[in-house]
Every structure is written in C-alpha cells, then in structure tokens.
C-alpha cells in the first residue's frame, strides 16, 4: 500500500506547436446575425443613456413651463386635490 504513495511525480506531455488556423470566412447569415446583435447592443446603450436624459429633460420643460405661468408643481398639485375632493363630496 505505501508503494502507491511513492510514485514519481507526472511528465508533462509535449504538445506540437500550434499552427495558426485559417478561419473561414463567414457565410451571408452568420455576417447579419453578428450585424444585428452589435446594433442591439447599441441600441441598448444607447437607450440606457437617452432614456434618463429624455425624462429629465421633461421635467425640466414641465417646471420652466408652469414657472412660466407663474405657478408651481406644488401648487398644481393641491389645486387639482381640492377638486378631486370637491369631486368626492358632491357624489
């Protein structure tokens, strides 16, 4: 049983060197399914960044918009709670 454990340690193997491998050029299919999932990823990207920009910009143009007006989002906002609350009381 303990002549199992004295064993040599494991020779590497050589390995032929390798050779660089010419890859074949891709077909029609494989050129668009690759075309296709770089301009999703773009998209994606893109969307990420325009999205946030495009909501705070909304919201920019909202406040200058009722600043304009002479008014504020506040201000909106409990005028149109006092009619929702007239509203409830008249039915």
């Given at each position: 049983?303990?002549?199992?454990?004295?064993?040599?340690?494991?020779?590497?193997?050589?390995?032929?060197?390798?050779?660089?491998v010419r890859a074949a050029p891709l077909s029609a299919r494989e050129q668009r399914r690759r075309r296709r999932r770089a301009r999703h990823r773009g998209e994606e990207i893109l969307g990420w960044i325009?999205?946030?920009?495009?909501?705070?910009?909304?919201?920019?143009?909202?406040?200058?918009?009722?600043?304009?007006?002479?008014?504020?989002?506040?201000?909106?906002w409990d005028q149109l709670m006092q009619v929702k609350a007239a509203l409830e009381k008249k039915m």
């Open positions: 049983m303990t002549s199992d454990m004295q064993e040599e340690p494991l020779t590497p193997v050589a390995t032929p060197p390798q050779t660089p325009l999205v946030p920009l495009i909501l705070i910009g909304a919201v920019w143009g909202l406040n200058a918009v009722l600043e304009a007006m002479g008014t504020s989002p506040g201000v909106v």
